[in-house]
Nanobody
Framework: LHLVESGGGLAQYGGSLSLACTAS????????VGWFRQAPGKQREFVGA????????RYARSVKGRCTLSRDNDRNTVFLQMDNLQPADAAVYFC?????????????????WGQGIQVIVSS
């Protein structure tokens, strides 16, 4: 499975940004998708995950209430909407796919990863 993130870039403090994770394979609909981020000098951390059917989402405490996950399996795409962006949200964001399941918060649970995309938050 080949995953590609898009939609990153520069956003304003308090603003919004939408990231997308797209796969070229139709089997993408069989995978839960997680989002992780990694800031310079820090470990990769869980942001949120959505189940293969889109019915279940989970979020890290640091983003809960500010992030929304959704997916369009007809377009093989998962969306991460981030609102009220904070400086701590600046990082490289990765999407990852986990076979079926609901989407773990553990990076080691995922089978496939995208290359990552930069998000910068300006104050």
């Amino acid at each position: 499975l080949h995953l590609v993130e898009s939609g990153g870039g520069l956003a304003q403090y308090g603003g919004s940004l939408s990231l997308a994770c797209t796969a070229s394979e139709d089997t993408f609909s069989n995978y839960a998708v997680g989002w992780f981020r990694q800031a310079p000098g820090k470990q990769r951390e869980f942001v949120g995950a959505i189940s293969w059917d889109g019915n279940n989402q989970r979020y890290a405490r640091s983003v809960k209430g500010r992030c929304t996950l959704s997916r369009d399996n007809d377009r093989n795409t998962v969306f991460l909407q981030m609102d009220n962006l904070q400086p701590a949200d600046a990082a490289v964001y990765f999407c990852a796919a986990e076979w079926f399941l609901d989407g773990s918060s553990w990076p080691t649970s995922y089978d496939y990863w995208g290359q990552g995309i930069q998000v910068i938050v300006s104050s």
